[in-house]
């Protein structure tokens, strides 16, 4: 877990000139600093998959040392405790999350270039450059990020070659499609535990599902009332459901379940992107109204 300061209202620090100055720089990234944390913490919740979380962390870990040092960098020069605030930065979705930050880490890499250059105060000038190197390093963090979502694509009707198993198992979203083509499709699904795939039938599409990761139950039957099929699978399990046969996956485990599915015809609208269950299930309430 991230430690994040919690700091009291300081007392009346009686600042003039220079030290003024360099007081105000330092409340000014406090809050910036603070604000981006948060922003951060909140992208983590959203990150489509566990490495785009990780490196997220990672990101918050260098911004909360940051928030640290120009605490610590502020009772040295007041001999008070700082307040900052934290200024809640509003996104629509990861990918705008993502760029906004990247923008706000650009902005203040040349913010960090104006403050040494016309800052007279010799104090906080290696904070200054040991904070604009940090910035510079997240921003290359962010812009990786920003690529590696934009990649995450559906390639049909394209040659393809991916490593399934790693693809499967990198997958945080209930369902995407990474491969659409006019006869088949591929999409990777991420299952909670206690949740399940939902009930569903499909009157002329054959699927085949394997499982890369965790464990589960499987129910299949002519009727919706009748799943006379019942069968458990974990991982490198494969399951076939013939057209016409109403079927569930339910994740039986304590970890997210990780599995792919092969529809043949395609199920799904091309590039399909349902970052959870209710997203799918509204997706395909629209699509049934629209029918």
């Not at 406090?30 to 604000?35: C, G, K, M, R």
């Not at 270039?113 to 105060?121: A, F, I, P, T």
């Not at 499967?168 to 795939?197: C, H, Y």
Request: glycine letters at 6%.
């Amino acid at each position: 877990m991230i430690e994040v300061y919690h700091v009291n209202h300081f007392s009346g620090y009686q600042r003039n000139g220079t030290d003024q100055d360099a007081a105000d720089v330092i409340m000014s990234k406090l809050n910036q600093t603070a604000s981006k944390l948060e922003l951060y913490y909140q992208l983590a919740r959203v990150a489509p998959s566990s490495s785009a979380n990780a490196d997220l962390l990672q990101v918050m870990e260098e911004k909360n040392a940051s928030l640290i040092r120009w605490c610590q960098m502020y009772r040295s020069l007041t001999g008070n405790e700082p307040t900052y605030h934290v200024q809640e930065i509003p996104f629509q979705g990861y990918v705008e999350g993502l760029q906004k930050a990247y923008q706000f880490e650009i902005d203040a890499i040349q913010e960090y270039r104006y403050s040494s250059d016309s800052l007279n105060q010799p104090m906080l000038q290696p904070l200054l450059l040991a904070e604009r190197a940090s910035e510079e390093q997240i921003a290359t963090q962010l812009h990786k990020l920003i690529e590696n979502r934009a990649n995450k694509k559906d390639y049909g009707s394209n040659p393809y070659v991916v490593d399934i198993n790693k693809a499967t198992k990198e997958n945080d979203t209930f369902r995407t499609a990474i491969w659409t083509g006019n006869n088949l499709q591929v999409t990777l699904m991420s299952i909670k535990p206690g949740d399940d795939i939902g009930l569903e039938i499909h009157p002329t599409i054959d699927q085949f599902i394997r499982l890369e990761k965790g464990q589960g139950l499987v129910e299949m039957g002519k009727r919706k009332n009748q799943l006379t099929y019942k069968k458990k699978v974990k991982d490198d399990y494969a399951i076939m459901v013939p057209a016409g046969t109403w079927h569930n996956v339910t994740n039986t485990g304590k970890v997210p379940m990780k599995l792919y599915a092969i529809y043949a015809p395609p199920e799904h609208p091309f590039g399909t992107v349902h970052m959870t269950k209710a997203d799918a299930m509204a997706a395909e309430r629209y699509l049934s109204h629209r029918n």
